[in-house]
C-alpha cells in the first residue's frame, strides 16, 4: 500500500481528478445511523457518514479493512457490509481551503454495528452520535450526501 503523498502533490491531484473513496452507512442495533460532525473540509462543520479515500495499489478489501479500523475503531472484512452503490460527490471547497473544488467517486457500503462513541476516532469527525432516521433526514445540519445512502437501504 502506498504511503501519504507530499502535500503539494495531493493538492495537485485533488485539483486535477476524481478521489475514490469509501463512504459507511453503519446502522446499529436499534436502527439508528452514525454520524460525525466533521472538522475538515470538505463538508466541515456538516454531520456526515465516516469513511475515506482508497489509496494506491490498495485493493477495495484491503481499503474496506483499513478504513473501518481507522474510521469505527474495528476492522471489518468487506464481505459483512452491503454495497450500496456508485455515488459522486462534488464540493466547492477542499482539504487545503485554496480556491480549487473536490470531486470523489465514492462507493457505499451499509453494516450493522453498536459501536461505543466515546472510542471513535476523532481526526475528521469532532464528535458522533446516533440518529434516528427521520431525524437524520430532517436535518440541515446533516449532508446531503450522507442522507443520500438512506434511499439505498428500503428494505423490502
Not at 470538505?42 to 477495495?60: M, T
Amino acid at each position: 500500500m502506498s504511503s501519504k503523498l507530499p502535500l503539494e502533490t495531493f493538492k495537485t491531484v485533488v485539483s486535477s481528478t476524481p478521489l475514490v473513496s469509501i463512504d459507511l452507512l453503519v446502522r446499529n442495533s436499534a436502527g439508528e445511523v452514525l454520524l460525525g460532525e466533521r472538522l475538515n473540509r470538505p463538508a466541515q462543520g456538516y454531520w456526515f457518514v465516516p469513511g475515506g479515500r482508497i489509496v494506491k495499489d490498495e485493493s477495495l478489501a484491503q481499503a474496506f479493512l483499513r478504513l473501518t479500523e481507522e474510521e469505527l475503531g474495528v476492522a471489518v472484512p468487506m464481505d459483512q457490509a452491503k454495497f450500496l452503490g456508485p455515488f459522486e460527490h462534488l464540493y466547492s471547497d477542499n482539504f487545503s481551503g485554496e480556491p480549487f473544488s473536490t470531486h470523489y467517486v465514492v462507493l457505499g457500503y451499509a453494516l450493522a454495528l453498536d459501536i461505543d462513541l466515546a472510542a471513535l476516532p476523532k481526526q475528521q469527525h469532532g464528535s458522533y452520535r446516533w440518529w434516528a432516521e427521520s431525524e437524520m433526514l430532517a436535518d440541515p445540519a446533516v449532508h446531503k450526501h450522507s442522507k443520500w445512502y438512506i434511499d439505498c437501504t428500503v428494505t423490502d
